[in-house]
T-cell receptor
Framework: SQQGEEDPQALSIQEGENATMNCSYK?????LQWYRQNSGRGLVHLIL?????REKHSGRLRVTLDTSKKSSSLLITASRAADTASYFC?????????FGAGTRLFVKA | NAGVTQTPKFRVLKTGQSMTLLCAQD?????MYWYRQDPGMGLRLIHY???????AKGEVPDGYNVSRLKKQNFLLGLESAAPSQTSVYFC???????????????????FGEGSRLTVL
């Protein structure tokens, strides 16, 4: 079962532009995480935001969480070709982690 | 530090054949997981383990078996492969079972590079 659903499914932008991906979920959460998956590779954890946080930053990443709307967004600023990957939101943690279907981001050089 | 290592990376099977995927982690994590990834469906948990000698079913356990004889290894077996098991399989490990543990715990999963299995 999918708890998180990402939007859009795919996104194509020019290098230097900002990329915004959204995630909606269905039930109450304690935290929400974002992962990145480069083509043919495993997932890599990017950032976690807890339910009592509204915004979190890590380098060029900015994550927001709106628990009233059951949604989160991931913003990548000044995107680079190396940011080309699939991005997944995930709720829960450990064996209760539930992943969304992901957003495929393509950054054109 | 290798992290999580999966073998083999690629395998082609005929329907009815059996095989085992091996996952090894060198981070001394208690918790290990096997996921499958199919197009448009994200990752789905097959089985997981909360420690050496333990296993539990995830969301899609049918047709798979697992064993955790050593803390660092988690094996996924297919006794009689079916075309529906064509997928990319990922092993993961974590230090904690759930987020919100010790201070600084991000609850993150550490993934291997994946094993692509095709069943003809």
């Amino acid at each position: 079962s999918q708890q998180g659903e990402e939007d859009p499914q795919a996104l194509s932008i020019q290098e230097g532009e900002n990329a915004t991906m959204n995630c909606s979920y269905k039930t109450s959460i304690n935290n929400l995480q974002w992962y990145r998956q480069n083509s043919g590779r495993g997932l890599v954890h990017l950032i976690l935001i807890r339910s009592n946080e509204r915004e979190k930053h890590s380098g060029r990443l900015r994550v927001t969480l709106d628990t009233s709307k059951k949604s989160s967004s991931l913003l990548i600023t000044a995107s680079r070709a190396a940011d080309t990957a699939s991005y997944f939101c995930a709720t829960g943690g450990g064996f209760k982690t539930i992943f969304g279907a992901g957003t495929r981001l393509f950054v054109k050089a | 530090n290798a992290g999580v290592t999966q073998t083999p990376k690629f395998r082609v099977l005929k329907t009815g054949q059996s095989m085992t995927l091996l996952c090894a982690q060198d981070m001394n994590h208690e918790y290990m997981y096997w996921y499958r990834q199919d197009p448009g469906m994200g990752l789905r948990l097959i089985h997981y383990s909360v420690g050496e000698g333990t296993t539990a079913k995830g969301e899609v356990p049918d047709g798979y078996n697992v064993s955790r004889l050593k803390k660092q290894n988690f094996l996924l077996g297919l006794e009689s492969a079916a075309p529906s098991q064509t997928s990319v399989y990922f092993c993961a490990s974590s230090r904690y079972a759930l987020t919100g543990g010790a201070t600084g715990d991000t609850g993150e999963l550490f993934f291997g590079e994946g094993s692509r299995l095709t069943v003809l």
